[in-house]
């Protein structure tokens, strides 16, 4: 069976400093990966995707980054956080060629102070 | 282009009374829909999807929604409402053509009263 696994699930980090978050899929290959945010008491909004290694789409403009070194790993980065930064970070997987039905990760849980 | 819009940010229910969520879509393509759950500071559970089968989809805990295609919704409904149904939940809209992307509504919150 197929899972999806993110760390850390929590982190408290200064404005300023660096930022690495980690996705990995299990169980599944050449997934469509997918990082979301989501700020307190709102929606999911779509940061970035990927649909293969080295492939990364921009969604929105922004203080972060996305790589995709390998098939099953997606990272979401940042040189210098802004308290903006702060939310619910999500990622998902998608089998292509399905019915785009998303299974998410447990998530992170980012407070930038 | 997709889009979804919950017509309810809060619904406010009695333990055993019926539960409607309410969504409508556009979609300039035959869409899939799904509803997912979030509990706090939680990831999102699945509980159901249509995916041009079955207009009357059935789903985890009870919930079933219609996929009405002249009124391009597909509302989210429970007969009878548990205090652990008390959660966000979020009507997503989707298309192949699409890369996979995924269209969320803002979310509905339930809150179950005893």
């Known amino acids: 069976s197929q899972t999806i696994h993110q760390w850390p699930a929590t982190l408290v980090q200064p404005v300023g400093s660096p930022l690495s978050l980690e996705c990995t899929v299990e169980?599944?290959?050449?997934?469509?990966l997918y990082w979301y945010r989501q700020a307190a008491g709102r929606g999911l909004q779509l940061l970035f995707y990927s649909v293969g290694i080295g492939q990364i789409s921009s969604e929105v403009p922004q203080n972060l980054s996305a790589s995709r070194p390998q098939d099953r790993q997606f990272i979401l980065s940042s040189k210098k956080l802004l308290l903006s930064d702060s939310g619910f970070y999500l990622c998902?997987?998608?089998?292509?060629?399905?019915?785009?039905?998303?299974?998410f990760g447990p998530g992170t849980r980012l407070t930038v102070l | 282009a997709q889009s979804v819009t919950q017509l309810d940010s809060h619904v406010s229910v009695s333990e055993g009374t019926p539960v409607l969520l309410r969504c409508n879509y556009s979609s300039s393509y035959s869409p899939s829909l799904f509803w997912y759950v979030q509990h706090p500071n939680k990831g999102l559970q699945l509980l159901l999807k249509?995916?041009?089968?079955?207009?009357l989809v059935k789903g985890i805990n009870g919930f079933e929604a219609e996929f009405k295609k002249s009124e391009t919704s597909f509302h989210l409904t429970k007969p009878s409402a548990h205090m652990s149904d008390a959660a966000e939940y979020f009507c997503v809209v989707s298309v192949k053509t699409n890369a996979g992307k995924s269209t969320f509504g803002d979310g509905t919150t339930l809150t179950v009263k005893p």
């Open positions: 249509y995916t041009s089968a079955a207009t």
């Open positions: 169980g599944t290959s050449n997934p469509n």
């Open positions: 998902a997987w998608v089998q292509r060629l399905d019915d785009n039905e998303q299974f």
